[in-house]
T-cell receptor
C-alpha cells in the first residue's frame, strides 16, 4: 500500500544549524508530496509541496526536492530559528480520497 | 478570512455520553475530512466526504459517524464515546482531493478526553 516513512524524532538543534528531516515514500503511482508543519497548540498548515519528479518546493527558507529515483522528499533548511520549533509531517496524495501522513518529526531549536 | 473552524476546542466527557464535534469551512470546498492524531501514530483518517451527502470511511472509522447535509459543515459524532477515543481531532477541507495537488486546510483541533 501507500505509505510515508520519516525520520524518528525528536530532533534538537541550535539556532542557525542546518536541518534535514528525511522522508521516503512508497506509492503505486506518481503522488504529489507535501510537508505540513504543526506549531504548538495549532492545526497543521502546508509548508511546501511538489507535484512531479524533480520539482522543488520551497517556503520560509525550507526546501524539498521530489526525487523519484530514491522515492524521497527530504526537508532542508540552511539556518533554523527558534520559531521553527514545531512538528513536521511528510505526506503524499495519490489522487485518492486522503493524504497519507508520516508519523511526524518534532523539531526543537534552542537559542 | 478563509478558515476551518472546530468546536469545541477542548472537551472532557464520560464513557457513553453522546457528543458532536462541529466543523465548518468558509472556502466552498467540496472535500472535507476528519483525522485523529495520537502520539507515535501520526494522523489517521476517520471519515471523509467528497461532497454533500457523500461520505466514506477512512482508516479508523469504528465508533464514529459523520454527516454532510451542507457543503460547509461536516460534524463528527461519537454515539457512545470510549476512553480509546481520547485523542486530538482535526477537521480538514480542500477543493477536490482527486486532482492530487490541492492543499488541505486544517482546523485548530479539538482535544477530547473520555473518562
Amino acid at each position: 500500500g501507500n505509505s510515508v516513512t520519516q525520520m524518528e524524532g525528536p530532533v534538537t538543534l541550535s539556532e542557525e544549524a542546518f536541518l534535514t528531516i528525511n522522508c521516503t515514500y512508497t506509492a503505486t503511482g506518481y503522488p504529489s508530496l507535501f510537508w505540513y508543519v504543526q506549531y504548538p497548540g495549532e492545526g497543521l498548515q502546508l509548508l511546501l509541496k511538489a507535484t512531479k519528479a524533480d520539482d522543488k518546493g520551497s517556503n520560509k527558507g525550507f526546501e524539498a526536492t521530489y526525487r523519484k529515483e530514491t522515492t524521497s522528499f527530504h526537508l532542508e533548511k540552511g539556518s533554523v530559528q527558534v520559531s521553527d520549533s514545531a512538528v513536521y509531517f511528510c505526506a503524499l496524495d495519490l489522487r485518492s480520497e486522503k493524504l497519507v501522513f508520516g508519523k511526524g518529526t518534532k523539531l526543537t531549536v534552542n537559542p | 478570512e478563509a478558515q476551518v473552524t472546530q468546536n469545541p476546542r477542548y472537551l472532557i466527557t464520560v464513557t457513553g455520553k453522546k457528543l458532536t464535534v462541529t466543523c465548518s469551512q468558509n472556502m466552498n470546498h467540496e472535500y472535507m475530512s476528519w483525522y485523529r492524531q495520537d502520539p507515535g501514530l501520526g494522523l489517521r483518517q476517520i471519515y471523509y466526504s467528497m461532497n454533500v451527502e457523500v461520505t466514506d470511511k477512512g482508516d479508523v472509522p469504528e465508533g464514529y459517524k459523520v454527516s454532510r447535509k451542507e457543503k460547509r459543515n461536516f460534524p463528527l459524532i461519537l454515539e457512545s464515546p470510549s476512553p480509546n477515543q481520547t485523542s486530538l481531532y482535526f477537521c480538514a477541507s480542500s477543493l477536490a482531493s482527486t486532482l492530487g495537488t490541492d492543499t488541505q486546510y486544517f482546523g485548530p483541533g479539538t482535544r477530547l478526553t473520555v473518562l
